[in-house]
């Protein structure tokens, strides 16, 4: 019913930024939260933030607290992660995801919808 595509990943040096977008097709209309997760390679899914769409509530792991920022645009029916001050264990796929109910939450079990994530790679 809810379609999501993660674009923005890539290649960089550390210390620098990246921007992800998740843009949302379908049914959109039932989904209350967004979130981003990141799983490297070997390890389980992380969440890193999210936000409920209607007051923007947001959440966020601490190991990005202060980094990164969750954001959307109802216009364009999209949400971004700003990536700043990246370092190499932020290497992951990244995982765009959208839940029907309004309690933000970390656990991945929790969301309804994800993308096909977006590979994010920062070197040393």
């Known amino acids: 019913q809810v379609q999501l595509v993660e674009s923005g990943g890539g290649l960089v040096q550390a210390g620098g930024s990246l921007r992800l977008s998740c843009a949302a097709s379908?049914?959109?209309?039932?989904?209350?939260?967004m979130g981003w997760f990141r799983q490297a390679p070997g390890k389980e899914r992380e969440f890193v933030a999210a936000?409920?769409?209607?007051?923007?509530?947001?959440l966020y792991a601490d190991s990005v607290k202060g980094r990164f920022t969750i954001s959307k645009d109802n216009a364009k029916n999209t949400v971004y992660l700003q990536m700043n001050s990246l370092k190499p264990e932020d290497t992951a796929v990244y995982y765009c995801?959208?839940?029907?109910?309004?309690?933000?939450?970390?656990?991945?079990?929790?969301?309804?919808?994800w993308g096909q994530g977006t590979q994010v790679t920062v070197s040393s």
């Open positions: 936000i409920r769409l209607t007051t923007r509530y947001t």
């Open positions: 995801a959208g839940e029907r109910s309004a309690v933000v939450s970390t656990g991945a079990a929790t969301y309804d919808y």
């Open positions: 379908g049914r959109t209309f039932s989904t209350a939260v």
